[in-house]
């Protein structure tokens, strides 16, 4: 075998994974058994958990998830510690790793911390409102008017006259004056339009909680 100088086993290529098989597996500084059958995901292309086979535990096979686990010149080395295989989940059976094994050993072994998830929501930052109310105010403007006056105008004539005239009968003339009357009235006229237009503004804002870490510690040196 080759020897991978301390390399991840998750981040074998599929022409590597047979590399892995039968090679010695410990656990801290004890040798727990050899390498049996490899869970290989199809989508994320890479080795999920390894099948370790042998009775240094007591068990005939027992599969552990791949992460933290690598591959070094003496065998593979996993992250987790001999008395975590006390509890851990198994199965007499020789049926192949399933979705429903895989999720249950994957719980016992590995390592959980929360994460800070921030999401967003809308809520109500207030309102905006538009009265309108009718004020009055005084207004004046100025316009020419006009007006017809009369005044006598007289110019000497000498000419004679018939005996048929109206000469000497009393007579009164009436001349019509007309005059310009300032009339008000009023239209309505739209001046301006008025209206509310939302914007959106981006603030940074930084959050704070607390999160919880499992921390994992192996016994023993290699």
């Known amino acids: ?47 999920e958990c390894v099948g370790v086979k042998g009775d240094a535990l007591g068990f005939k096979r027992q599969w552990v998830p791949a992460q933290g686990a690598v591959l070094e010149g ?26 429903d094994r895989y999720g249950a050993v994957r719980d016992h072994f590995v390592r959980h911390e929360e994460e800070l998830q921030v999401g967003k929501q809308q809520v109500s930052a207030g309102s905006m409102r538009l009265r309108k109310w009718v004020e009055t105010e005084p207004v004046q403007a100025d316009v020419e008017l006009q ?3 009369a ?9 004679p006259i018939g ?12 001349v019509p004056l007309t005059a310009e009357q300032a009339v008000v009235s009023k239209r309505v006229v739209a001046k301006e339009r008025v209206g509310l237009e939302k914007d959106v503004e981006t603030e940074r804002q930084t959050v704070q909680d607390e999160l919880r870490k499992e921390r994992v510690d192996v016994d023993g040196d290699r």
């Open 163 to 174: 005996r048929d005239t109206d000469a000497f009968e009393e007579q009164e003339v009436e």
């Open 74 to 99: 003496d065998g593979l080395h996993l992250s987790y510690g001999r008395d975590e295989f006390e509890d851990a989940p198994r199965w007499d059976d020789d049926r192949d790793l399933d979705e």
């Open 1 to 47: 075998m080759t020897n991978a100088g301390g390399r991840p086993i998750e981040s074998l290529t599929e022409d590597e994974i047979p590399e892995l098989r039968n090679i010695p597996v410990y656990a801290g500084d004890d040798e727990i058994g050899h390498v049996g059958d490899i869970y290989y995901d199809d989508e994320s292309r890479r080795v």
């Open 151 to 159: 005044h006598v105008t007289r110019e000497p004539i000498d000419e």
């Open 147 to 149: 007006r017809e006056t």
